[in-house]
Structures are given as C-alpha cells and as structure tokens.
C-alpha cells in the first residue's frame, strides 16, 4: 500500500476516471511514436485519419493501417519529435509519473548523427523532468543484423541517456541469441534488458530468450500459461512481465478482455504490470486499461492496486 491505495481503489469502485488520473501510475511498455493521441496526430498534422478496427482482421493489417494512415505523417524529424512529445503529455494527463518508451533505432535516420539524436532526446527529457520521469529505452527490432547495428547501439549505451533496452518486432523472425552480446554489453553499462516474446511465440521460447539474454523484464509474455513449468520459472525468478490487454485483444492474441490470461498469471503468483502499447492504435491509456479490467471483474480494485504498486517497484529496479 502506498498513500495513494485507498483513493486509487475508490476511483475503481465508483469509476471515477479523474481521480484514477490523479493518482500515481507507470507505463513500463509502450513505443514512442505511437503513444500519442490520434486526435493530437490529427489537430498537429492537420489530417483526418480513418479509425482503425477495434480488432485488426490480421497482422499484416495492423502494419499495413500504420504504414498507410500513421507513418506519412510521423516518419521524419519533426514528426517524430511531435509524436515523443505528445505521448509524454498524453502520460502526464493520464497520471503517469515514470514511463519507459522504447525509441526505434529508424529514427536516427532522421538526424545528421547519432549525438544529434540523442541530444534531441536529452532536452525532451529535461523538459518534461518536472512532471514525469521519462526513461528512454532503446528499441531494437530483431529482423535487423546485430553486428551491423552494433556500433550504434553501443554510442546509444555510452550516452547514457538510455535505462533499458528492448528487443521487439516479428517474435518468429530472426535469432535471439544474435543480441546476446549486445544485450552483455547494455547489462555491463547497467541497462535493464527487456524482450517481447510470448505474445506470438511460445511459451518455451519465453523461457529461452530469458535464458539467452538474462531478461529483466519481458513485454507480453502472455503464451507462458501454455506451459505450467515456464509459469514456475517467472514466478521463481520474479522477472515482472508488463502486459497490454487491450493490445492483446486487437491483435487477436485473446479473444476477450474479460478472458485474459493476465488473470491466471497473477493467480499463479507471477508478477505482471499493466500498460498501453501503442495508444495512437489501440486508443486505451494506462488508467483506462484499470478501468476496463476493474468494470468486466477480470480483478478487483485491491488486486490492481496491487498491480499498479508492481509497476512502480520498477521505477529504481
Ligand atoms: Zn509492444
């Protein structure tokens, strides 16, 4: 329990979304740009963009609704400026006081040099300190040639800007074990490490990336309730796993927000946090996922305080 338990329970149970505002919270998985608003995307850029499906029919038309509607808007520098901006305000409203938010490795296409960049993302950070801790993480899809993005990654490291680092993208492409070293070099310079894995692979491969890269923390993870004995090894190495339920449904991953696995994992004493994705897609903020999982009864608001309280152990983890 912290000062704020009680209020944050009786927001839940009189569903009072301002005061859930008001009330400490953390975002531990969410992507740069695609946190803000698609609303702020539209009134910056002056567009309309097209709703996207409250379930996107596949994967490829989740990428293609991005690639088509978001990305002609977002993919260079001002844009991408705009987006980080705008995700962190939209954070600040929604209560968030530490958020860590994968930057992609494109977006230093979009700079003369990786020190501009990171410069660039220095003085976003100090501008917002007052109202939120933002923590930089650095996001590395795993389609891409470690050796070749090694040097970079390592300059990235060095700035000391970056708190942790992500390895995400396609789950079934590419090999884990390719990152071992990068992911060796960010634990020598105190990053925490995280992987998406368990949202479209299995459960054994949860196991193994955890093994292979010495995770920390794991994004989705949410296939470990596949396999009993993967679920005791999370739950006997307390590696927190920060999942995105409504990310999950769009996707196809659970059929119902009210069927998540979320609630099996926390019955078997698995530490989970709870956490947005990708706002600009899925349209649920951290404070609206609570609320949603609190009003179909998936927990009760004790239980996701507990879960809120989880996410911010994480903060000086
Ligand atoms: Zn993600």
């Known amino acids: 329990m912290d000062v704020f338990s009680n209020q944050f329970i009786e927001g839940l149970q009189t569903e009072d979304i301002d005061l859930l505002r008001s009330i400490p919270k953390t975002d531990l998985h969410c992507h740069g740009s695609l946190s803000m608003r698609r609303s702020a995307l539209e009134n910056w850029a002056n567009i309309e963009i097209p709703p996207p499906p409250a379930v996107y029919p596949t994967f490829y038309e989740f990428i293609n609704y991005i690639r088509t509607h978001i990305h002609p808007h977002t993919d260079y520098r001002e844009g991408f400026e705009f987006c980080l901006q705008s995700a962190l305000e939209q954070a600040i409203q929604d209560g968030v006081h530490y958020v860590e938010m994968s930057l992609d490795l494109k977006f230093l296409e979009f700079y003369e040099s990786p020190a501009d960049f990171i410069q660039i993302v220095y003085s976003i950070q100090q501008r917002f300190k007052p109202q939120i801790h933002f923590a930089p993480e650095i996001g590395v899809k795993r389609t891409l040639n470690a050796s070749q993005i090694e040097d970079l990654v390592h300059e990235l490291i060095n700035s000391k ?114 956490n947005s994705d990708d706002i600009t897609l899925f349209d649920h903020s951290v404070t609206e996922e609570y609320l949603a999982l609190h009003r179909l009864g998936v927990f009760n608001a004790s239980e996701l305080n507990e879960i809120r309280l989880n996410g911010i152990l994480q903060e000086n983890a």
Do not use: W
Request: glycine share 6%; aromatic share 6%.
């Open 161 to 274: 800007i970056f708190t942790s680092i992500d390895l995400y993208d396609d789950e079934l492409a590419g090999e884990v074990r390719d990152f071992k070293n990068l992911f060796e070099y960010a634990r020598s310079m105190g990053l925490k490490l995280k992987a998406h894995t368990g949202e479209y692979n299995s459960a054994s491969s949860i196991a193994q990336t955890v093994e292979i890269l010495e995770l920390d923390a794991i994004q989705h993870g949410i296939n470990c309730v596949q396999d009993e004995g993967v679920m005791n090894l999370l739950k006997s190495s307390k590696i927190p796993l920060h999942i995105c339920p409504t990310s999950n449904v769009a996707l196809k991953r659970v059929d119902s927000l009210s069927n998540h696995p979320i609630r099996k994992m926390y019955d078997h004493g698995i530490i989970v946090t709870i």
